[in-house]
C-alpha cells in the first residue's frame, strides 16, 4: 500500500506561481512513474505531468513552458512548479504513483499498480 501526501495548492492571481509537492510513504518495490493529474469543475481528469523512472517527463500541451515537474528520488517526492498561472489552471490537483509492490497475501510482485493523492484545490483567480 502506498499514501501519497500533497500540500501546495491555495488561491493566486493570474500570473502568479504556486509549488505543489508530493511524498509517498509506504510499502513498495520501486516507483516506476509519478506526477500529476488534475480535474476542474465539470470536467474530466487530466494529465498535467508524469515523469518517468527514466527521468522523462509528459506535460500537457496547456501547461508547456509554465509548469515544470521535479523529482527527489531520496525523498521519494515530486514537485510540480507552476508559473505563469490562469484561471483555466484551476482544478484540483491530484499527485499519481505507478509502483511496483509485494502483494502483502499472495508475496508476488506486481508492476503498474496505481496510487492517487486526496488531491489538492489550486484556484486562479483573474
Known amino acids: 500500500q502506498v499514501q501519497l501526501m500533497e500540500s501546495g495548492g491555495g488561491l493566486v492571481q493570474a500570473g502568479g506561481s504556486l509549488r505543489l509537492s508530493c511524498t509517498a510513504s509506504?510499502?513498495?518495490?520501486?516507483?516506476?512513474?509519478m506526477g500529476w493529474y488534475r480535474q476542474a469543475p465539470g470536467k474530466s481528469r487530466e494529465l498535467v505531468a508524469v515523469?518517468?523512472?527514466?527521468?522523462?517527463?509528459n506535460y500537457a500541451d496547456s501547461v508547456k513552458g509554465r509548469f515544470t515537474a521535479s523529482r527527489d528520488n531520496a525523498k521519494n517526492t515530486v514537485y510540480l512548479q507552476m508559473s505563469s498561472l490562469k484561471p483555466e489552471d484551476t482544478a484540483v490537483y491530484s499527485c499519481?504513483?505507478?509502483?511496483?509492490?509485494?502483494?502483502?497475501?499472495?508475496?508476488?510482485?506486481?508492476?503498474?499498480?496505481?496510487?492517487w493523492g486526496k488531491g489538492t484545490p489550486v484556484t486562479v483567480s483573474s
Open positions: 499519481y504513483a505507478s509502483v511496483r509492490e509485494r502483494d502483502r497475501y499472495d508475496l508476488r510482485v506486481y508492476s503498474g499498480v496505481e496510487y
Open positions: 509506504g510499502s513498495f518495490l520501486s516507483i516506476d512513474a
Open positions: 515523469m518517468t523512472s527514466g527521468s522523462s517527463t
